[in-house]
């Protein structure tokens, strides 16, 4: 018997790409880099700030971050203290993996008496 006949052509070109940029980014682990998570971040006491961390994958992976064990999520403004200085560790996962991230956030700060000796001590 003779093959099959070959399909028929796509309708127009933009169907066809849609359909090969479906099937190009169909299924893809989670990843953060330097620009959509920054290694350093530097924030101001006093402001609002935000962690800027995000992660890319197919499916979209959950993403957690956490100082000291407690959960701190990105994205979301805050007000900011000292104690927000420190290491994050930001965690992606989906269905086909994970990444992880440490996030360095340093905190300005204006450094008023009492903080490196107290009245009339050294600073």
Known sequence: P?????PPPPSSPVANWELISIL?????????DDGSCP????WTEG??????CSARGNPPPHLECTKDGEIFPPGVPRPVTRAHT???R?????SLGTDVRN????VHCEWGWGVLG???GSS
């Open 2 to 6: 003779p093959p099959p006949p070959p």
């Open 24 to 32: 190009v980014l169909s299924t893809a682990g989670p990843r953060m």
């Open 39 to 42: 290694p350093q971040q530097n």
């Open 47 to 52: 402001q609002d700030e935000t962690l800027r």
């Open 86 to 88: 420190g290491t994050y």
């Open 90 to 94: 930001c965690l992606a996962t989906n």
């Open 103 to 106: 996030v360095t956030v340093w």
């Open 118 to 120: 107290g009245p009339g």
